[in-house]
């Protein structure tokens, strides 16, 4: 028998998760909670087989709590469930130490495989997000087998050295001599051609290449 445990904020939700899981012979449902703090403290007393655990719930949110529940909680797995196809998203959820990715959107057959494969000790990520993960991949292969070359222009170079020294977009463009808007576009296309999300990764990438250092 794999014993369940719910965390989702909406009710509905849950419920319909409830029901599915208990027309399954070989599922139980341990219990259930409404905010990632509450599940962590319900996981660590009911000590469920899977979590079945969404991203977004007021307070704690379900990648945190999956990276306490994870970290702290032996033989319990998680598995996230999440209305957002997003690269970040799912990589956060992994990196937290989930052991499923799941689409809120997906059949109910699709969440049942999940259950079953992560039960066994194998990962499990919904075929969206496997499609974005292996997109982003062959991304990162087509950036190594550039010979080397650095897909910025000199004058994006530029504008991501002052960007992240802490430099405002209207101090670039004066040090620059360009205008702000100029300044915002390029930082669009640099995010674009990195596949950056933050001035934080950002920041990892000038430094990694070497041609920023912080002092």
């Known amino acids: 028998m794999i014993r369940i445990f719910l965390a989702d904020d909406h009710e509905l939700f849950r419920e319909g998760l409830k029901s599915l899981l208990l027309k399954e012979p070989d599922l139980e449902v341990a219990g259930s909670a409404a905010d990632g703090a509450e599940a962590v403290k319900a996981v660590a007393e009911l000590r469920p087989d899977i979590v079945l655990m969404d991203v977004t719930m007021p307070g704690m949110n379900g990648i945190t709590a999956a990276e306490k529940i994870c970290g702290e909680i032996p033989g319990v797995s998680v598995i996230v469930i999440s209305m957002h196809n997003d690269r970040r998203f799912i990589a956060e959820s992994l990196k937290a130490g989930a052991r499923g990715y799941v689409l809120k959107e997906c059949s109910p057959d699709v969440m049942l495989e999940a259950i079953h494969t992560v039960s066994r000790g194998d990962v499990y990520l919904s075929p969206k997000a496997c499609t974005v993960l292996v997109e982003d991949y062959l991304r990162l292969l087509d950036g190594e087998n550039s010979d080397g070359a650095n897909p910025l222009s000199e004058r994006e170079r530029e504008v991501l050295a002052l960007l992240v020294k802490g430099r405002t977009a ?3 463009a004066d040090i620059l001599g360009i205008s702000k808007n100029t ?9 674009d051609k990195l596949g950056c999300d933050s001035m934080a990764e950002l920041t990892r990438y000038a430094i990694r290449e070497g041609f920023l250092t912080l002092e």
């Not at 300044?183 to 995010?191: A, E």
Request: net charge positive; aromatic share 0%; charged share 40%.
């Open 170 to 172: 209207k101090q670039t």
């Open 183 to 191: 300044v915002d576009t390029h930082r669009r296309r640099i995010m």
